[in-house]
């Protein structure tokens, strides 16, 4: 159940929950019994997601009987947490603005993390995506995801130029990005480093395409600048 920790569940929470799912209404000396909790736990965490919207609870006399709220409520709760948030971001990113001391440098790691960088990317500003060196291994990542990436990069009216290692020849030929916002390259045969290098703005992404992926996003103008000159000299000499 990682995935009700990814939105924000405690263990607790997520042990009651799915105690009320399987009992349906019941006391809390049966979610007590069921999850192995403490009761001072089990108090806490009903009060919780009563909160959250994730439990309902009904007074019979003088006892409490607690139902789990329907699973596709977790999608409303999600929903309401993404809204609040939105309505924070102008704030925090202010905030950000004005510190004086920013990161240069940041590391992620694993598909997921690899997919954060990309993401980054995507709103990293200026006309066109530089891409340099894509293993056959970023297939990793699986296609209909880099699909769909460039299907939103495209949207922008964002040009990308995408370099390709010979090794994702086939692959480009079976799925390919067709649209006039894109044009695909490869680089020549020989040896081919694990690593990728993406250009956006004054950005730049290295992804190392190991078993478990690692990403670092650059934020340096003087460093953007420096590997667009190197990409646009591959480009010119690379094969269509």
Do not use: C
Request: aromatic share 8%; hydrophobic share 40%.
């Amino acid at each position: 159940m990682s995935a009700l920790e990814d939105i924000g569940l405690t263990n607790a929470e997520i042990k009651v929950y799915i105690a009320l799912l399987e009992m349906g209404a019941t006391k809390t000396g049966p979610i007590i019994e069921k999850s192995g909790l403490q009761s001072s736990v089990v108090y806490s965490a009903l009060s919780k997601l009563l909160e959250k919207g994730l439990v309902s609870s009904v007074r019979e006399g003088k006892i409490t009987v607690y139902l789990a709220s329907d699973p596709k409520n977790i999608i409303d709760y999600i929903d309401e947490k993404k809204s609040k948030l939105n309505e924070i971001l102008p704030l925090l990113a202010a905030k950000q603005s004005l510190a004086k001391n920013r990161t240069d440098a940041v590391l992620f790691r694993g598909i997921r993390g690899v997919k954060e960088l990309l993401l980054e990317l995507l709103d990293a500003g200026g006309k066109e995506h530089h891409t340099m060196g894509s293993p056959l291994e970023s297939t990793m990542l699986g296609s209909a995801w880099w699909l769909s990436y460039h299907k939103k990069r495209a949207a922008k009216g964002i040009k990308g130029k995408l370099l390709f290692n010979e090794s994702l020849k086939e692959w480009a030929k079976k799925f390919g990005y067709h649209d006039r916002n894109t044009e695909i390259r490869f680089m020549a045969k020989g040896f081919e480093p694990l690593t990728e290098m993406i250009i956006r703005n004054d950005k730049v992404g290295l992804i190392i395409w190991t078993e478990k992926p690692l990403g670092i996003l650059v934020h340096n103008k003087a460093l953007a600048y420096s590997w667009e000159t190197y990409f646009q000299m591959d480009w010119a000499n690379a094969k269509k």
